[in-house]
C-alpha cells in the first residue's frame, strides 16, 4: 500500500507558480524520487527526479521552470514550478524512480490547472 501523500495543486493563470509537496512513510528514503504527471488521454511521464546524494534530473519540458528537492528530515520532497504553462496541466504524483524500484502503487495525486 502506497504511502505517498501529494498536496499544493491548484488553479493557476499562465505565468504563475506553484509549490508542490509529497509526504512519504520512512520506507521510501532508500530511494531515488521523482515527479510524474499525467494529463487526460496522455501517458504517465516522469518531469522531475531527486537522487539520494541530491542530483537532480528534468524532462525537456519543464527544465529551467521547475525544481524538484528533498527533505530526508522530514520524508518530504517538493516541486516547485515557475512560468507554469496550459500544457502543464495533469495530475501530479510523487513516487520512486524508476517505479519499478518499489512498486507499491500511487498516491492520490494533487491536480494542477494552468489556465486564464
Known amino acids: 500500500q502506497a504511502q505517498l501523500v501529494e498536496s499544493g495543486g491548484g488553479l493557476v493563470q499562465p505565468g504563475g507558480s506553484l509549490t508542490l509537496s509529497c509526504v512519504t512513510d520512512?520506507?521510501?528514503?532508500?530511494?531515488?524520487m521523482g515527479w510524474y504527471r499525467k494529463a487526460p488521454g496522455q501517458e504517465r511521464e516522469l518531469v522531475a527526479a531527486?537522487?539520494?546524494?541530491?542530483?537532480?534530473h528534468y524532462s525537456d519540458s519543464v527544465k529551467g521552470r521547475f525544481t524538484a528537492s528533498r527533505d530526508g528530515a522530514k520524508n518530504t520532497m517538493y516541486l516547485q514550478m515557475n512560468r507554469l504553462r496550459p500544457e502543464d496541466t495533469a495530475v501530479y504524483h510523487c513516487?520512486?524512480?524508476?517505479?519499478?524500484?518499489?512498486?507499491?502503487?500511487w498516491g492520490q495525486g494533487t491536480q494542477v490547472t494552468v489556465s486564464s
Open positions: 531527486v537522487a539520494l546524494g541530491g542530483m537532480t
Open positions: 513516487n520512486v524512480v524508476p517505479y519499478s524500484d518499489y512498486p507499491r502503487g
Open positions: 520512512n520506507s521510501y528514503s532508500r530511494y531515488n
